[in-house]
């Protein structure tokens, strides 16, 4: 399977605002919906946006996603101590071996 | 909605397991399911997938031909079977339900897999 690419890190400090990018390709992204997810060691992963750009009712309205070509965003607005956490796209795959695939996943520090 | 995976284990290298999610709180037979892992110090890799009758299913390069996705919607219950199994399949196997694209929104606690001699 291919490969989507993130960051591997970020931070900023509370009540700012962080982008975090999703890179793929035109056989994943540029053809599919993309997901994300907030994850803690320990805990399952919790889906925060399904189909590209809608949040599950638990999820806050400060997190919301798009897509443009063969990028995903995922934007998180007044950043709260609480964001501290992993964070993985997630979409399918339809190249030579489909399947899903997952980015690297991005560290957000909240400073 | 509850998912609950068993049958992790140490086992040594070369050898086999089987893993199992209980579904609970759904009609299970409508779901596709999926099977998702997390290496330590790592991400989450994507594993198996499969329909929700069971007649297709999908796998990563890295397990295809040693790992098999099956169900038994009677049963409310999803398998992986792992054979031949390598020291990097050491992790916390989750199962989630749903299409990856479209969000995989219920997932288990997970269950840990250790492989090693």
């Known amino acids: 399977q291919s490969v989507l690419t993130q960051p591997p890190s970020m931070s900023a400090a509370p009540g700012q605002k962080v982008t975090i990018s999703c890179s793929g390709s035109?056989?994943?992204?540029?053809?599919?919906?993309v997901s994300w997810y907030q994850h803690l060691p320990g805990t399952a992963p919790k889906l925060l946006i399904y189909?590209?750009?809608k949040r599950p009712s638990a999820t806050p309205d400060r997190f919301s996603g798009s897509k443009s070509g063969t990028s995903a965003t995922l934007d998180i607005t007044d950043l709260q101590p609480g964001d501290e956490a992993d964070y993985y796209c997630?979409?399918?795959?339809?190249?030579?071996?489909?399947?899903?695939?997952f980015g690297g996943g991005t560290k957000l520090t909240v400073l | 909605v509850q998912l609950v995976e068993s049958g992790g284990g140490l086992v040594q290298p070369g050898g086999s397991l089987r893993l199992a999610c209980v579904a609970s709180?759904?009609?299970?037979?409508?779901?596709?399911m999926n099977w998702v892992r997390q290496v330590p110090g790592k991400g989450l890799e994507w594993v198996s997938y499969?329909?929700?009758?069971?007649?297709?299913?999908y796998s990563a390069d890295s397990v295809k031909g040693r790992f098999t996705v099956s169900r038994d919607n009677a049963k409310n219950s999803l398998f992986l079977e792992m054979d031949s199994l390598r020291a990097e399949d050491t992790g916390l196997y989750y199962c989630?339900?749903?299409?990856?694209?479209?969000?995989?929104?219920?997932w288990g606690r997970g269950t840990l897999v250790t492989v090693a001699s």
């Open positions: 989630a339900r749903g299409d990856i694209a479209y969000g995989l929104k219920y």
């Open positions: 709180g759904f009609t299970f037979s409508d779901y596709e």
């Open positions: 499969i329909r929700s009758a069971g007649d297709k299913t």
């Open positions: 035109p056989s994943n992204i540029g053809k599919n919906l």
């Open positions: 189909e590209t750009n």
């Open positions: 997630g979409t399918w795959d339809n190249g030579l071996s489909p399947g899903g695939i």
